[in-house]
DNA sequence: CCTCAGAAATTGGTTGACCATTTTTACACG
DNA sequence: CGTGTAAAAATGGTCAACCAATTTCTGAGG
């Protein structure tokens, strides 16, 4: 009886157009339009507030939060947090390791003509970024937009969780001089070859080039003392 | 101030020493104990309960869950039932290819004498089976254990998720002759032979022999009017 | 000593009134 | 017409009393 509440507020959700950042009805308007008790409603919003699918505040109203990619509201939020806790970071990057070569072989025969465009512009982006935080949040995207280009969404969320739990889990090395990626920042080429694998249709292009990236990412992270982040 | 609850909350439970089916103190008495109100100890416990984490019944009390492989609750019931609902029965199978394979080649490499040993003991189990459910539960922890067995806590719970979402998402064939899998059935020898490439620690074999088993059960699920189920 | 009905205690669940914060409105003043 | 301030409304949050289901205790009957 309580996951109905909580199924019926979703749908009512998706049906009522709502995006990013509005505001749903106070609590007291929607509950009676659900037909059921402000209680329950009020339960069903922990829930998805837990998962950071909204967020509520007095006096204010009860607002959605990022609409994501896969547009779904997804609730993994709590997953990854947790897997956080008792992942290493060596461990975030050999789960990379073994998914995302793949991913990228299938993005190169999967993705659509808008998505290789996509990737071109996140790659000129990041060579602009004029802050490591902006660059790790572009890197992401790029990441992200491979996975989703693999055209399996599952596989997608998969790689999103192990990259969700990699940014919270990898350290960034502190002690880099530069307050920006330098303009010889090894990523920046090897995102190249990965696009352009991708764009040449050639899967074990581009398989290789990932699996070179997150190579050189890793041995940054091992080698103490020098360079960036990922 | 609301996820400190929980956060309090799951240590007070893992440092108690409780186990799967132990029953919490009451309400009453826990809220005290962890020196908050009522409400905000039910607020955390309901996060739990929807993650299914723990149950509740009025009367009897309030009880834990299943502790599962990871130890560590994990909180992923909600993910999974997200995902399942925007994975289609091919996207799922495809997922697994693209992990399997390379969990069980990790695998080989790192399971430990006593998983190997589990993992026979499931093989037997899996031909005694008396019904196809329980062989399809059986079936399932032999494939999980291969992923514990692989050493990356990261990697094994999104194994776990990929596979339990399959199981969600995959129908089965209703119109099979046999109420339990028969004697010659494919996945018997298949899975045996994945088990003696870990006993041979050997990784190319191990990888080669998951891809192969996983082919044939998706050809099985291609397949019309035939067979059974995995 | 055992059995079993019924009362009492225990325990999770629910409801309605009330609280705190924010936004909106009203209105006096310049 | 603008502006600032206080009152009013709106909205999410909280709490204590009460409800319902279950278990445990008690004592009479045999």
Redesign the interface.
């Known amino acids: 009886m309580d996951d109905q509440v909580?199924i019926r507020l979703q749908n009512w959700v998706t049906n009522s157009g709502l995006g990013e950042g509005d505001r749903l009805p106070p609590e007291r308007t929607l509950c009676t339009e659900l037909g059921v008790s402000r209680a329950d409603l009020r339960?069903a919003y922990?829930?998805l507030e837990?998962?950071g699918q909204l967020t509520r505040s007095v006096g204010r109203g009860t607002f959605l939060a990022k609409p994501k990619r896969?547009q779904?509201?997804?609730?993994?939020k709590?997953?990854i947090m947790?897997?956080a806790?008792?992942?290493s970071p060596l461990?975030?990057m050999?789960?990379r390791m073994?998914?995302e070569p793949?991913?990228a072989q299938?993005a190169a025969m999967h993705a659509t003509p808008k998505q290789l465009q996509e990737l071109a512009r996140l790659s000129d982006q990041m060579r602009d970024a004029t802050s490591w935080s902006r660059y790790e949040e572009l890197d992401r995207d790029f990441h992200e937009m491979i996975a989703e280009a693999a055209g399996?969404?599952?596989?997608g969320?998969?790689h999103k969780?192990?990259n969700r739990?990699r940014l919270v889990v990898v350290w960034r090395k502190l002690d880099t001089t530069d307050q920006r990626p330098p303009a010889t920042y090894h990523s920046f080429a090897e995102h190249d070859a990965i696009l352009a694998a991708l764009q040449a249709r050639n899967g074990e292009q581009a398989y290789a080039a990932m699996q070179a990236h997150l190579d050189s990412t890793l041995a940054m992270m091992t080698a103490p003392r020098t360079g960036g982040f990922q």
């Open positions: 909580l339960k922990l829930v837990a998962d896969p779904r509201g997804d609730g993994m709590r997953t947790s897997l806790e008792t992942t461990e975030a050999n789960a073994v998914v793949q991913i299938l399996n969404s599952l596989l969320a998969v969780i192990i739990v």
